[in-house]
């Protein structure tokens, strides 16, 4: 099957899964440089096995999965294998440094055929629909429909919960925090690996990554942490990040010298209290937040917020922020900075050119700083017209097609 042939086949039937596709990535990401690393850099291999546990939560025939999106006449034609889906319970480090147990879903084609590894990073998920998770495979979830459809095509999909889902629930969830969203990712990839070797699955040495939102931030993290710390282990074959808050330090300027509305600062407030919690910040929400919206955060971080930055945060900290004279805040967004560095495997950055949830300049941000480093094989695939959610399809067809061309 030709790549412009997928590229056909898969427009109706990307539309149609990525309909409820869920929200992502937030603001500027805040490390402090003054505080202690919150997480390792990488997490080493020496610590090996990471496996825990699997669980096999079913079995589903080609059929099955067609059903799925039995109201796309061209999806029967898209499932190739059946698929049993396992959850795995794994190793990993959680942003104190404590090794804690984590949890993710592996989808994995039933053929004897060599086949690829593939990361899937889920988009935001709200504390309040941890079902979403992958390892509960949950009807409507990422990993239920378009992940399922992906597999069954002949990909071994890796698809990790992340710290704060699953396993790990009872952990808050650090949100838009590189190190932890790529170190969990690589060590569910490594327990992925051991699942393979025991149940004598051959793997062909080929390693994907995609992801959308919160899930573009953290497949382009966990592609830099692959060739910059584990190149021993793995090999990026190919990767296909979309609409990722990549360059932290130029949004977080962006929200707090914006005079327009902002339909999500809601979210922004979960990264601001993340990294605040993460970093050991540790300051109070009145700090950041203007009353009556600092003690109602306090109460409930999720609570509603207003649209306007002028409103909700202080002017004291808009100012530190705007004026770079906090240095621990510019060092936490510098550290989650995530666009400037020289990626060796293929890339391709897409994003909705109207994003108006994780602008635009981020991919272009990063396409730019890339190119300026000497990356010959890094491509920005502009969607033209698309905000946050209308870009979702067009993303799933166009990463899929990209990644097929090195399958």
């Not at 601001?272 to 003690?295: E, K």
Request: hydrophobic share 40%; net charge neutral; glycine share 6%.
């Amino acid at each position: 099957m030709t790549v412009n042939f997928l590229h056909r086949r898969l427009l109706r039937l990307a539309f149609a899964l990525w309909a409820g596709v869920s929200t992502a990535s937030g603001l500027s990401c805040t490390k402090d440089a003054t505080a202690p690393q919150a997480v390792p850099a990488e997490t080493p291999a020496a610590e090996a096995p990471h496996l825990v546990s699997s669980t096999l939560i079913g079995e589903y025939s080609a059929s099955s999965l067609a059903a799925r999106v039995s109201d796309i006449p061209i999806a029967g034609a898209l499932v190739k294998y059946p698929i049993r889906v396992y959850r795995l319970t794994y190793t990993t480090r959680n942003t104190d440094g404590q090794r804690i147990t984590a949890s993710g879903a592996l989808l994995v084609p039933v053929t004897t055929q060599p086949l690829p590894l593939l990361s899937y990073q889920h988009g935001t998920i709200r504390p309040d629909e941890e079902s979403r998770a992958p390892s509960y495979y949950s009807s409507g979830s990422e990993v239920w429909s378009a992940v399922s459809v992906l597999a069954s095509t002949g990909y071994i999909v890796s698809a990790p919960d992340y710290i704060g889902y699953g396993a790990s629930k009872s952990l808050p969830h650090p949100y838009e925090h590189a190190a932890s969203l790529a170190s969990a990712s690589l060590d569910m990839l490594r327990a992925a690996r051991e699942f393979a070797a025991q149940q004598k699955l051959t793997l062909n040495q080929k390693n994907f990554l995609l992801g959308y939102s919160e899930g573009g931030f953290a497949t382009l993290a966990l592609h830099k942490l692959m060739e910059e710390k584990a190149a021993a282990e793995f090999s990026v074959t190919a990767s296909a990040p979309g609409a990722g808050a990549y360059h932290k330090s130029a949004f977080a300027d962006y929200i707090l010298s914006s005079t327009q509305p902002l339909s999500f600062l809601s979210t922004y407030v979960w990264v601001l209290d993340t990294y605040n919690r993460v970093y050991g910040i540790n300051r109070p929400f009145s700090y950041y937040f203007n009353a009556p919206w600092a003690a109602q955060l306090q109460a409930d971080p999720f609570g509603a917020v207003p649209s306007q930055a002028s409103e909700l945060f202080t002017p004291g900290f808009r100012q530190a922020v705007l004026g770079k004279t906090d240095q621990s805040l510019q060092a936490s967004f510098r550290d989650n900075d995530i666009y400037d560095w020289q990626p060796k495997a293929p890339l391709a950055l897409f994003h909705g050119t109207a994003d108006d949830y994780v602008p635009f300049f981020n991919s272009q941000d990063a396409y730019n700083a890339m190119k300026a480093r000497g990356a010959t094989r890094v491509e920005l695939r502009p969607i033209p017209g698309g905000n946050h959610f209308t870009s979702a399809p067009s993303y799933t067809l166009q990463a899929y097609a990209f990644i097929s061309q090195y399958y």
